[in-house]
């Protein structure tokens, strides 16, 4: 067999990946959109909403993500300057605080939640509940099966 050819099925997920590339960049663009009301962006939304979420380290956030630690360290920082999270003492870890959010981030992310509701919705009405929930199935197996390659190696 060619190493340069693909099976059928090999060409499906080929497809499939670069489709999901190609929506994860206009799901970041609608992002910032959504966010940029608030003076913030789909990166600073991300971390915010991981905060509200429940209390834990920038490491934990960017696992959570899927995100370098380093960069969420730097949003982080930025959120923490302007008032957004604030870091307290983490019983588990003295040198890894944990990200809380303050009263005033909690009102920016119901803003930018009170935003994405309604854009979710009309999206969510257009393509269909059943079509969106088997993608987000099928996307939820492949994450999970690159975590175990992941493992293995």
Excluded: C
């Excluded at 997920?13 to 960049?25: D, K, M, N, P, Q």
């Excluded at 994405?116 to 257009?126: F, I, M, P």
């Amino acid at each position: 067999m060619n190493r340069n050819s693909r099976t059928p099925s090999g060409d499906a997920f080929a497809e499939f990946a670069i489709s999901v590339l190609r929506l994860a960049g206009h799901l970041t663009s609608e992002g910032d959109r959504l966010a940029q009301p608030s003076g913030q962006t789909s990166a600073r939304w991300q971390v915010l909403a991981a905060a509200r979420h429940n209390a834990m380290s920038v490491a934990d956030a960017a696992r959570t993500l899927g995100l370098a630690r380093q960069g969420v360290q730097r949003i982080a920082d930025l959120l923490e300057a302007e008032g957004l999270i604030a870091y307290r003492d983490n019983p588990a870890h003295q040198r890894a605080k944990l990200m809380t959010l303050t009263e005033r981030g909690k009102t920016v992310l119901d803003e930018i939640t009170a935003r994405q509701t309604v854009w979710a919705d009309a999206l969510g009405a257009e393509t269909g509940e059943e079509r969106v929930r088997q993608a987000t199935m099928l996307i939820a197996d492949v994450i999970a099966i690159l975590k175990e390659r992941g493992t293995r190696r």
